[in-house]
């Protein structure tokens, strides 16, 4: 079946833009993750939904953060006033919940939307 | 807090070599994952293994096993017979709680190079 997608793959922007990034999850998958790799450094968790919830916002750096998962499915990272500094790889993964057995399941990654903010 | 160390940054051997990843992490959970990943030069993350708190077995994967050790919070990773086509960065990585669903927080990383 089909993986996680992410779209676009590159986004580059200048300073002050906004910009939207779309996830599309592995169909069924419940929990759907955001995460942003800065070079040489490994994935930082940034925000986390469970359906249509956001269940763990703590990673988001700051206001100009804010992500969207409105029917459950897809989800839409919106970053307002762009920084140089927002310049990373970011990741959306998604994974099943097995509610009977509430074990943390592998999570599946997509390709990753390199952003470069001018 | 939860931590993953990889004090290993690159790596570089020759092919047929066998290679051990170190990790090491720090959780006051008493539930908790581990997971290595594979990133390969295409960067998208792939997914090696998964293993709980509670279960200490080392596993073997073909080439591939994992030595599990909650004595010394370290979580190895070993390739024998390596090939040129194992040449990736690789994380480990770990979640904590037992409430299906959780952040991944990993390591650095440790760059491998096999060289022919």
């Known amino acids: 079946g089909a993986g996680v997608s992410q779209t676009p793959s590159n986004k580059v922007t200048e300073k002050g833009k906004y910009v939207e990034l779309r996830c599309d999850p592995i169909?069924?998958?419940?929990?759907l993750y955001w995460y942003r790799q800065s070079l040489g450094q490994g994935p930082e968790f940034l925000i986390y939904?469970?359906?249509?919830?956001?269940?763990?916002d703590s990673g988001l750096p700051n206001d100009r953060f804010f992500a969207v998962r409105p029917e459950g499915s897809v989800s839409t990272l919106k970053i307002q006033r762009t920084e140089r500094g927002d310049s990373a790889v970011y990741l959306c993964?998604?994974?099943?919940?097995?509610?009977?057995?509430?074990?943390?399941?592998?999570?599946?990654f997509g390709p990753g939307t390199r952003l470069t903010v001018l | 807090a939860q931590k993953v160390t990889q004090a290993q940054t690159e790596i570089s051997v020759v092919e047929k070599e066998d290679v051990t990843l170190d990790c090491v992490y720090e959780?006051?959970?008493?539930?908790?994952?581990l997971f290595w990943y594979k990133q390969p030069p295409s960067g998208e993350l792939v997914f090696l293994i998964r293993?709980?708190?509670?279960?200490?077995q080392n596993e073997i994967s073909g080439r591939y096993s994992w030595n599990f050790q909650k004595s010394t919070s370290s979580f190895n990773f070993t390739i024998t017979a390596s090939q040129v086509v194992d040449s990736a960065v690789y994380f480990c990585?770990?979640?904590?709680?037992?409430?299906?669903?959780?952040?991944?927080?990993f390591g650095q990383g440790t760059r491998l190079t096999i060289n022919p």
């Open positions: 993964a998604s994974s099943p919940t097995i509610r009977r057995t509430r074990e943390n399941n592998e999570q599946f």
């Open positions: 169909s069924g998958h419940t929990a």
């Open positions: 939904f469970q359906g249509t919830g956001a269940a763990d």
């Open positions: 959780t006051r959970d008493t539930t908790y994952y």
């Open positions: 293993r709980n708190s509670f279960d200490e």
């Open positions: 990585a770990l979640s904590g709680g037992f409430q299906g669903a959780q952040k991944l927080v």
